[in-house]
């Protein structure tokens, strides 16, 4: 098995004053939580106890040179080349970090053993963190000693034994109590093939430490040397690459710290922002309650005047009643009970009673009605300084009172856009103040009642309606406005629509002499002549209108619009008068 082997670096040595044992060494299972029982070492360099990967459910995984789901035929051949015993890579997950680990063929136990763990556990345990250590020779008793030489923890009674020996009676022994400081007091690393041997060599070529038996073995001819000659060359080798690593460790521990002040800011903004959305949001409620409690204020207050109103009419009504009736049982009754005499005696009260109650103005109608609604777009100002929506409206509109206004209600050109402003207004004719009506336009040209001018209602949301339209003909054009399918005042009218306003073409002058500069071909369409063969007019002669005027249609007014009939030879004179 070509494993790598990390070479032992430790050395048994006091460590620097002020330094706790164990404290830069993990002595506790990652899945256990006890302290580490034949630690192994994962890829990952994540450490954890023997039994505790075992227990870890395996997987398989693809082998990339034939895998099972391989079917083509190149695949195939690889298969045929691949020898029988070759079994699919089985796998396991860290425990720690997920990271894939794939087993060697002795599963498990042939994965690297966590010395420098085991080390940290013996540490810990001396500083009475841990449980108490066991003699290595009888497994059964306290340790009290330490051999140096052996590396071995004994007993009281193995100690003894250990130095009635010969061969170990001058060992170094050393209470356990005065071990506290060492930073390395771990086990000699025996070598897995011969148990007996002590681990101290290291092969070169197979990269791997290696035993005095091994040299005689597998490992024979290859270059090997003791480990504490090769150390320093390996060492040198892991000291470099973790030089590199180092600088991807600062830069990687910057970028997460950056990362944890971003996202403590981002926390800090987000309940900042979260503080401002509730105040707002708080404020907004309580503006809506106030506004709220405000309109509904305002609908009670709106209800008992109402019902005053009616109470009083009610009362009134009823007493006109209670007279009338009066009057008419009396009437009938002294119609068809009275003698002759009693009714001509009796004629002028009654007389003039029933006169009086006919003449009594009243109303058939109630003097208010229920029309009371609400419009929740409607803007309702500011409250707490919040922009509120919503208001009571009592307000029914009249389209008997709607009227329009508008400079081109009855003229507009062809081509140019027209518009006029409805007002609606209530029964009692007040604007309304407010939009929301359903406001309808019709433009129908006289000749082509089927094919109408296309209209845009504008709602300027305080009772007043922009309308528009751009008719497309000269001609008779009707146009309808209509308010709950009701005509407002003036409505149905006619509009003339007259051709585009065409401009002058020609010059506003006193002559075609002067304005020419003396051309005799120039002509001007007031018909003016002069002597000597001047085809335009002059100051005084034949036809000159006696004031300036346009050459092109003869008008006086210079602003005004072209009457240019288009006769040829006006078209010539408009091109031959120019302006000096």
Known sequence: MAEKRKPLLGFVGKLPSGTTPGNSGKTRCPLCMGLFKAPRLLPCLHTVCTTCLEQLEPFSVVDIRGGDSDTSSEGSVFQELKPRALQP?????????????????????????????????????????????????????????????????????????????????????????????????????????????????????????????????????????????????????????????????????????????????????????????????????????????????QLEAIRIQKENSLQLQKAQLEQLLADMQTGVEFTEHLLTSGSDLEILITKGVVMERLTKLNKVAYSARPGVNEKITFSPKEKAGLCRGYEVYGAINTKEVDPAKCVLQGEDLHRAREKQTVSFTVICKDAAGESMGRGGENIQVAVVPKDKKDSPVQTMVHDNKDGTYYVSYTPKEPGIYTVFVCVKEQHVQGSPFTVTVRKRHRSHPGVFHCCTFCSSGGQKTARCACGGTMPGGYLGCGHGHKGHPGRPHWSCCGKFTEKSECAWAGGQSAARSVLRTVAL
């Open 89 to 297: 890579q089985i796998g396991i997950l860290c425990p720690v970090c997920d990271a894939q680990v794939d087993l060697p063929m002795g599963g498990v136990k042939a994965l690297t053993i966590d010395h420098l763990a085991m080390n940290d556990v013996m540490l810990e345990s001396l500083r009475g963190e841990g449980q108490g250590l066991v003699c290595d020779l009888c497994s059964d008793r306290e340790v009290e000693k330490r051999c140096q030489t052996c590396k071995a923890n004994l007993c009281h009674f193995c100690c003894q034994a250990h130095r009635r020996q010969k061969k170990t009676t001058y060992h170094t022994m050393v209470d356990l109590k005065d071990l506290k400081g060492y930073s390395q007091i771990g086990k000699p690393i025996l070598c897995p093939a011969h148990p007996a041997e002590e681990l101290r060599l290291f092969c070169e070529l197979c990269d791997q430490p290696v035993c005095r038996e091994c040299l005689v073995g597998g490992h024979r001819e290859h270059p090997c040397d003791l480990a504490s000659n090769v150390v320093h060359k390996h060492g040198d080798s892991v000291r470099e690459l973790l030089k590199g690593t180092q600088p991807h460790v600062e830069a990687l521990e910057k970028a997460l710290a950056q990362i944890k002040g971003t996202n403590r800011a981002l926390q800090e903004r987000v309940e900042a922002v979260a503080a401002d959305v509730r105040s707002f949001s708080e404020g907004y409620i309580k503006a809506i309650e106030e506004h709220r409690d405000k309109l509904l204020k």
